[in-house]
């Protein structure tokens, strides 16, 4: 069982770039998660795709989007970049069924994105 | 909007018992979570627990939900240095909020 992979894992940008981020979820999931965790905070919920479309967005503005591949892999991007979107952004994946599901969580290892 | 809140640090023992509590405000939580995060990496799901149910044990794992002051525990029987980590309670009613996060060290 392949489990979810994030790249790239370190990454630098200056202000008013764009990046771009890559996750390929867990085999057998069917959605994927993205978290923002900023130095010494809890994850934040930016967005889940299922089925290729959002399925859900946290407060964040819409320069950060998002895509899910048929294959469930996703991505992550965020434009105009600003000082503030430095943290480590986790991709998370699950599988959500017809009834719901227990919610669990599978996270990457994250992607640390600094931005000058 | 909702809060989950921990405190943000706790310093044991080795062979002691560990208590890291939280607590949750959203009374529409239908699952919580406790995962653990080691330096540089991502989160590691420990366990969870059903909204129905008061307690969970998991080998050295113990859960205690208080449904009423909307108040979780983890207790991790004889901590070991290997369980120095950050712990996050997380609850999931739409979306999956977490708190900051306790960071337990494991003295030896």
């Known amino acids: 069982e392949t489990g979810v992979t994030q790249s790239p894992t370190h990454l630098i940008k200056t202000r008013g770039q764009q990046v771009t981020l890559r996750c390929s979820s867990q085999?057998?999931?069917?959605?994927v998660s993205w978290y923002q965790q900023a130095l010494g905070q809890g994850p934040q919920f930016i967005f889940q795709y299922y089925r290729e479309e959002e399925n859900g967005r946290g407060n964040f503005p819409p320069r950060f989007s998002g895509l899910q591949f048929p294959n469930y892999s996703s991505e992550l991007n965020v434009n105009a970049l600003e000082l503030d979107d430095s943290a480590l952004y986790l991709c998370?994946?699950?599988?959500?069924?017809?009834?719901?599901?227990?919610?669990?969580?599978?996270f990457g290892e994250g992607s640390r994105l600094t931005v000058l | 909007g909702e809060d989950v809140e921990q405190s943000l640090f706790l310093s044991v023992r080795e062979g002691d018992s560990s208590v890291i509590n939280c607590t949750y405000t959203d009374s529409s939580s239908t699952y919580l979570y406790w995962y653990k995060q080691e330096p540089g990496a991502g989160l590691q799901l420990l366990t969870y627990?059903?909204?129905?149910?008061d307690m969970k044990q998991d080998q050295r794992l113990t859960v205690l939900l208080n449904k009423k002051d909307k108040h979780l525990s983890l207790r991790i029987a004889d901590t070991q240095t290997g369980d120095s980590a950050i712990y996050f309670c997380a609850e999931k009613s739409h979306d999956m909020r977490f708190g900051a996060g306790t960071r337990l060290t494991v003295k030896p």
């Open positions: 085999s057998g999931h069917n959605t």
């Open positions: 627990i059903f909204s129905n149910m």
């Open positions: 998370a994946s699950s599988f959500l069924s017809g009834r719901g599901n227990t919610g669990e969580l599978f």
